[in-house]
């Protein structure tokens, strides 16, 4: 699937789709495929007359039409809305789920996060980072915040958190946990605000993302 689409001028989105559909010997039901990413809703609008969304989801379509093994896909839901951003990334899974290999190139960090297996990170041509999405997050910035009375004993917070974790208030009143947010970080920081008589308010915790991740390694200035 390349960036610029490449379909012929005059021609209607599943014209362009039902020959597609012709070269393969199997390929897959172009009126369901059509209904999956909504080409069906401008069935008689020319191709060159397509919004860079409609393209992008013809393009999508004609790239899995024939039922590869393995498919490429450049930028697959640039300038697409949410609703065809969704779409596309359940056909994705429906394709991963059917044993095809996919190698996707995206720009959005959420759209690796969710779709990928394995990362590649690219800066300058080389490979900076790679593995899972959960294994290049791990150990980065997780944190769990509340709010509290001013001046808590942290070290005492601090003795009963696991292993690893860390605490500060870098407000008054505002507390900040350091480490691995799971489920029983949280219930022993509320716990422990429960014996002694802390009712934490605004409690959030925020994850270490794939985007925090390329930041960190790539840099945050704006490129050429």
């Keep these: 699937m390349p960036q610029n689409g490449g379909g012929h001028p005059g021609a209607r989105p599943l014209e362009l789709l039902r020959h597609a559909a012709r070269l393969y010997a199997r390929p897959l039901p172009v009126p369901a495929l059509a209904e999956r990413l909504g080409l ?7 191709y060159r007359r397509l919004s860079g969304g409609q393209r992008q989801r013809l393009a999508l379509a004609l790239a899995v039409i024939g039922r590869p093994e393995l ?4 930028e697959p839901t640039a300038g697409l809305d949410p609703q065809a ?29 969710e ?10 041509g080389r490979v900076i980072a790679e593995g899972t999405p959960a294994g290049l997050c791990r150990g980065g910035g997780d944190s769990l915040r509340f709010a509290g009375r001013p001046g808590l004993d ?24 350091t480490g ?32 925090d991740v390329f930041l960190e390694l790539t840099g945050k200035e704006l490129r050429p």
């Design 40 to 46: 069906d809703s401008f069935p008689r609008t020319p």
């Design 71 to 74: 498919v490429f896909l450049d």
């Design 85 to 113: 951003r969704r779409a596309a990334w359940d056909l994705v899974r429906a394709l991963r789920a059917d044993g095809v290999t996919v190698v996707l190139t995206t720009h959005f960090m959420d759209e690796a996060e």
């Design 115 to 124: 779709l990928a297996d394995e990362v590649a990170i690219i800066d300058a």
């Design 154 to 177: 942290l070290a005492a917070l601090r003795a009963a958190l696991p292993l690893g974790s860390g605490v500060e208030e870098p407000s008054p009143g505002v507390y900040r946990v």
């Design 180 to 211: 691995d947010v799971t489920p029983h970080l949280l219930a022993t920081v509320t716990a422990w605000c429960a014996q002694h008589g802390v009712l934490p308010d605004r409690i959030t915790t925020r994850r270490h993302t794939l985007e």
